[in-house]
Each structure stands twice: as structure tokens, then as C-alpha cells.
């Protein structure tokens, strides 16, 4: 019989489903107050939704033995997507929605040998509004979630910033041949793979300076304009990242806008975030997200509807950061409950009457000798003290 959970899969202690249920719900709360409701998707899915449409790679996805091609959901945004524009299609937009639950990646480990990636994600999505509001929405409601955390300045909490039109506006002046690959050397900072690459010398070494452009978004903005003029992508871009600069400043989060970056899933057709703090040994990447329109588009009968933006916080990434320097409260222990002569039903009704005051307490089913003798088991155990009953 083996002892050891699958590679990849996760033992949780107490301690981590505890933290990790109050991370949940201070979350749940922001997402409610900001009007989004909770839906839960489903764990298992088609592997068409959960690739969408190449969007994420078939070798990422946890297959099922299945009559038909199934899989684990590697994150909640498509199987939300494709919801939303189904049984949820009479339902008036923007639809707001927010869910949380525990998703599955494969990836290869040493040896060829397939791993799997377990992890807790929370998040919303906003479909059906196309216009720059809901990037902005996005973005303040995940300033406002961002300040119920418990961050503190020595995480350096960083909002990196990107937008997929960017990329195609920088690399228009290519040959259509040649951008694909020069995208993903960009988005991989790979100068070696820039270098490699069959393009003039000039051209070359203007896609090795986007590698460092990046920076305050103002600056950053300023350069882009010189290389791709005044469009509106950019004037929209500023006037969003101007709207949320002041929620930032205030929750001490740092704006970083940069051309280059695309989160690891490539759902993402504009507008692109990840929010970054600083751990004890490296960053930590505690959210990401941004605009799928071309995703809803895959399900959606209604092209004025396809749209949809939404972030997920990774629930155990901001539980270890947080722990790293300083231990979150735990709920309170429980009282140990004893009695001298063993007396159960006596145990159970002073149980009973901690449980209705809103107390935790545990039943010592045996014997106890003595009230210091309870005292040191409840200590053994970890309880707060012991309640004897001598009689």
C-alpha cells in the first residue's frame, strides 16, 4: 500500500485548511460587496473546454479514463466561460461572477514521469462588457481584495501590467512569418532565441530593448508612444492606469507596466495582470488574470456578449507568503471536557453547553484521575486547558 499522496498532490494539516479557509472567505466577502455572485463550476470537463481552443496546452491538462475525452480543470476562467454563455445565457450582462475551488495541472517530471500541480485558486470573472470599464472594474476590485490579505511593505507588492494589443502593435513591422516566434521569445525573455532569429540588425535590437522597457507606466508609456505613435490603445491604457493609481499608491502596490509580459495560460487578448510580492528566497505570483474576449467568443452565439475579463488570487502562494513572516491567527483551541468517573453523558452535556455559549470543546471519552491529569493531556493535545468533572 503506498504512503505518499501522488506527486504533486497535497496532504493539508489543519492548520493550512484553516488558513486557507479564512483567505477564502475575506475574499468571498470583497466579491460580494462588489456585486458578483458565486457560482461552482464543475471539477471535471470536456477536454475542448478546458484546452480552449489551444489556449492552454493538451499536456497541461489532467486526463481522464473516460468514455469520452474528459479532464481535471486546470483553472476556473473556461469552464466559468462556457457557463455563462449557456445555462446562464438569458441572464442580463455585464454578469458578474466569482468562484473558488481547487484546480489540477500535469506537467513532466525527471525521468518522464507525469507530475501533478494541486493548488487552491479564488477569483472572479466579468462577462459581457467590452469596454475599458471592466478592465478597470477588474483592476480596483483586485486593489480592493489585494488590502484585505494582510500584506506588508516588506512584500513589495507589485501590479505588473501588460496588454496582448502591445505585442502586436510592436511587431507589426515584421514579417507575419516571423512574429509568432519572435512573440515568444519576447514573452519568455530570451535574448539567445531573439538573437537567433532572421531579421535585420536594427529591428533585432529594438526587440532587445523591449526585454528592459519596462518600469512606472507613465515613462514606459511615454517610449511606446515614440515607437507606435499616439494610438488609442495606448491613450486607453493610460487613462485606465491612471484611474487605478490612486488605489494603488494607498495599499502601497506598485504599478508596473510592461509591453512583454503574458501570463502562463494564453487565454488573454488584452489586457494582462499579475500581482507580485517579494518572498523570503524569490517573487511570489499571489494573482493573475486579465481580458478573454476571444474565449467567450468560442461559446457564445452572441457576438455583442463576447466578452469577459476576470483575475484568481492562488490561495496557498499568499498563505506561505504570509506565513514566511509572521504566523496568521489560528481559530481558538478546544477545551478537553474529562470526568473523574468517566461519566459520558455528564462530558457530553457540558460539551453541549460550551457548544450553544459558541465554544470549541473535545470529548476525553476514559477516566481522569485527577484535574491536573486532565490539564496535561489537554496540553498533549493541544487544547486551550481541561474542564474536569470530578463527580
Known amino acids: 500500500m503506498a504512503l505518499q499522496p501522488a506527486a504533486g498532490a497535497r496532504d493539508r494539516n489543519p492548520w493550512e485548511v484553516d488558513s486557507n479557509r479564512r483567505l477564502r472567505a475575506q475574499l468571498a466577502e470583497v466579491y460580494r460587496l ?33 468514455d469520452e475525452p474528459l479532464g481535471l480543470r ?64 477588474l483592476m480596483q476590485l483586485l486593489l480592493a481584495a489585494t488590502a484585505t490579505l494582510g500584506l506588508r511593505p516588506e512584500h513589495q507588492p507589485t501590479l505588473l501590467v501588460g496588454h496582448h494589443g502591445l505585442l502586436d502593435a510592436l511587431l507589426e513591422p515584421l514579417p507575419e512569418a516571423q512574429r509568432s516566434v519572435t512573440r515568444r521569445a519576447l514573452t519568455d525573455f530570451d535574448p539567445l532565441a531573439l538573437a537567433q532569429l532572421p531579421l535585420p540588425e536594427e529591428q533585432r535590437q529594438r526587440l532587445t530593448a523591449l526585454l528592459t522597457l519596462r518600469g512606472e507606466p507613465a515613462s514606459v508609456l511615454a517610449e511606446l508612444e515614440q515607437w507606435i505613435g499616439r494610438v488609442p490603445l495606448l491613450e486607453s491604457l493610460a487613462a485606465t492606469l491612471a484611474a487605478v493609481a490612486p488605489a494603488a499608491e494607498r495599499q502601497g502596490v506598485r504599478l508596473q507596466l510592461d509591453p512583454t509580459f503574458q501570463p502562463h495560460f494564453d487565454l488573454y487578448d488584452g489586457l494582462v495582470l499579475k500581482l507580485v510580492c517579494q518572498g523570503a528566497d524569490a517573487p511570489v505570483a499571489i494573482a493573475s488574470g486579465g481580458r478573454y474576449d476571444g474565449l467567450v467568443r468560442r461559446f457564445s ?24 513572516h509572521a504566523p496568521q491567527s489560528q481559530a481558538p483551541a478546544p477545551w478537553l471536557v474529562a470526568s473523574g468517573k468517566g461519566d459520558l453523558e455528564a462530558v457530553l452535556g457540558r460539551m453541549a453547553e460550551l457548544h450553544q455559549a459558541g465554544e470549541a470543546a473535545e470529548l476525553h471519552g476514559r477516566p481522569c484521575n485527577s484535574e491536573a491529569e486532565a490539564e496535561q493531556l489537554a496540553l498533549l493535545r493541544g487544547c486551550r486547558g481541561a474542564i474536569w468533572l470530578a463527580g
Open 34 to 66: 462588489w456585486g458578483y455572485q458565486e457560482v461552482d463550476p464543475p471539477t471535471i470537463e470536456r477536454l475542448d473546454t478546458l484546452e480552449a481552443g489551444g489556449a492552454i496546452a493538451g499536456r497541461e491538462v489532467v486526463r481522464l479514463a473516460a
Open 74 to 137: 486546470p483553472e476556473l476562467t473556461a469552464s466559468i466561460a462556457r457557463a455563462a454563455c449557456t445555462r446562464l445565457a438569458d441572464r442580463p450582462r455585464p454578469l458578474r461572477l466569482w468562484a473558488d475551488g481547487v484546480t489540477f495541472r500535469s506537467s513532466v517530471a525527471e525521468g518522464d514521469g507525469q507530475r501533478l500541480h494541486e493548488a487552491i485558486q479564488s477569483g472572479v470573472e466579468l462577462l459581457g462588457e467590452p469596454s475599458a470599464a471592466a478592465d478597470r472594474e
Open 301 to 324: 452565439a452572441d457576438p455583442d456578449q463576447a466578452a469577459g475579463t476576470g483575475f484568481g488570487f492562488a490561495i496557498e502562494a499568499i498563505r506561505d507568503l504570509l506565513q514566511q
